[in-house]
């Protein structure tokens, strides 16, 4: 079996990631992981023999050289991850069997779509709940997008917050999606 893993984020997206590499080959299967060309992930997942494929630019670089995004520049700045994404994981998921997609939500979104296209089984996975929607806490607001002071509902700030991401990110994913011939996500992304 052959294995994509695929991520956009930080040490703490890229680190779990590792652990499921190496536990997969355990089990006998082929496995590649899609991560930014960060210097030390690139160390850290050679060093248990774990194959990096390099996408989009150093994480590290966009959150200590690059000023905090607005609102305004989220879109820009997600078309070009999702744009990587499309890029760089469609080559690195020629033939295999499965994609395991996390990381910041426009990446994951783009990994998932590339696994469509191409027919290969994926999932996606997050390790914080603070980005799964729940009755029990309020989503974070995006950079320039706050939330209704008036609105404590969790259920209704979650709503929000999926309008939120469909207004920063739907139309950069969609767009990468009509390139390779899928049709436009809906409020809910693959």
């Not at 023999?49 to 995004?69: D, E, F, I, K, N």
């Not at 499309?86 to 910041?104: I, P």
């Not at 980005?131 to 989503?139: E, K």
């Not at 950069?172 to 011939?181: P, V, Y």
Request: negative net charge.
């Amino acid at each position: 079996m052959r294995v994509l893993v695929s991520t956009y984020g930080s040490r703490g997206d890229v680190e779990p990631l590792v652990g499921l590499a190496v536990r997969l080959r355990e089990l006998g299967a082929e496995v590649r992981v899609c991560a930014p060309p960060d210097e030390d992930f690139a160390q850290r997942l050679a060093g248990v023999g774990v194959p990096l494929v390099p996408v989009g630019q150093s994480a590290r670089a966009l959150t200590t050289t690059a000023p905090p995004p607005s609102s305004a520049d989220l879109p820009r700045r997600a078309a070009e991850l999702i744009a990587s994404q499309f890029d760089a994981v469609t080559a690195a998921a020629e033939g295999c069997d499965a994609l395991v997609a996390t990381g910041m939500m426009p990446a994951a979104a783009g990994a998932r779509s590339v696994a469509e296209k191409l027919g290969i089984r994926s999932v996606s996975v997050t390790f914080q709940q603070l980005t799964l929607p729940s009755p029990h806490h309020p989503p974070l607001a995006y950079p320039g997008r706050p939330f209704p002071p008036e609105v404590t509902d969790n259920r209704v700030l979650w709503d929000l917050d999926a309008q939120s991401i469909n207004a920063l990110f739907g139309a950069a994913l969609n767009t990468n999606r009509a390139s390779i011939g899928l049709p436009a996500a809906g409020p809910t992304w693959p």
